[in-house]
């Protein structure tokens, strides 16, 4: 598909999705936006410890 198979975002996703259906790819969106949430509320609660 001249994908790079490295990177999931806009590449593997999208073999992904036409390949074996869209519902793996929005799980893995979604764990992706939690992790993303996490990490970023976890940076915001050590800042306003540190001051």
């Known amino acids: ?3 790079n ?4 975002f806009n590449n ?4 992904a ?3 074996i259906g869209t ?3 929005r799980y893995v969106a ?3 936006k939690y992790y993303s ?5 976890e940076q915001k ?5 540190a001051k």
């Open 1 to 3: 598909m001249g994908l």
């Open 23 to 25: 519902e793996t790819v």
């Open 5 to 8: 198979n490295n990177v999931w």
């Open 37 to 41: 949430t996490y990490l970023l509320l």
């Open 30 to 32: 979604n764990i992706h």
């Open 45 to 49: 609660e050590s800042r306003e410890h």
């Open 17 to 19: 999705g036409r390949l």
């Open 12 to 15: 593997v996703e999208i073999a």
